[in-house]
């Protein structure tokens, strides 16, 4: 992808990274599943806008065009927006309503851009005015701790959905395939990769790969040898 990228990481606990760039020419990249959402903000031809563009549970083709600037801020597991619950925008995006030239519509106020500079304290806004939230049940089911046992099954699956618009599995399924790339990436053979992370055999970590990198492990491990 012709992307020249900025990214850091977030001093605030709602936020896992603040990444800016822009593109510097026209084609397709391969995006692959996505688990976190993001607040994006988008300017081209001298026009800007605001996005939240959620978790996506496949792979998929992502066009771009030249002379795009992107900021984006990726929310950490767990952090939802009350009132737009991200099963509203998974495997897609809102555009949040302009307020002036330099300014966005959320809940009835209007709010400043954030910068890659100032991103952290916007956040930070956002969670004092009740905007952002975060529920610790989704860190504690993904590191396999017991959430109580006032919790039932059924409400932790809620409370989890509500706040990821995932489920568990989907998660689990999409970190594996991306742990799986990464040591093909690193240039572990391909059967070892099956047997570390679990995978039945190789067409069973061929499907996954495909279905959320975009890629079969034989193309990840040719770009490794190619590097």
Request: overall charge neutral.
């Amino acid at each position: 992808m012709s992307f020249i990228v900025e990214n850091r990481p977030s001093d605030s606990s709602f936020v896992e990274t603040v990444m800016h760039g822009h593109t510097a020419g026209d084609g397709v990249a391969i995006r692959p599943a996505e688990c976190n959402w993001h607040m994006v903000l988008v300017r081209v031809d001298g026009q800007t806008q605001f996005r939240v563009v959620g978790p996506h549970t496949t792979a998929g083709e992502l066009p771009y065009i030249a002379g795009v600037e992107l900021l984006w801020i990726k929310l950490k597991l767990g952090t939802f927006m009350p009132h737009l619950p991200v099963a509203d925008f998974r495997d897609g995006e809102i555009a949040l309503p302009d307020a002036a030239s330099a300014s966005f519509w959320l809940k009835g106020s209007a709010w400043q851009f954030p910068t890659y500079e100032n991103a952290d304290t916007f956040v930070s806004k956002l969670v004092r005015q009740g905007m952002l939230n975060h529920d610790p049940i989704v860190a504690a089911v993904l590191q396999g701790q017991l959430a109580g046992p006032e919790l039932a099954a059924r409400t932790l699956r809620h409370r989890f959905q509500h706040a990821t618009g995932l489920s568990h599995n989907d998660i689990h399924q999409i970190h594996r395939a991306q742990r799986a790339a990464a040591l093909l990436q690193h240039g572990v053979p391909i059967l070892d990769a099956v047997d570390e992370l679990g995978y039945y055999d190789q067409p069973h970590l061929t499907r996954a790969l495909k279905r959320w990198v975009g890629h079969t492990p034989a193309q990840i491990a040719k770009l490794h040898a190619g590097m």
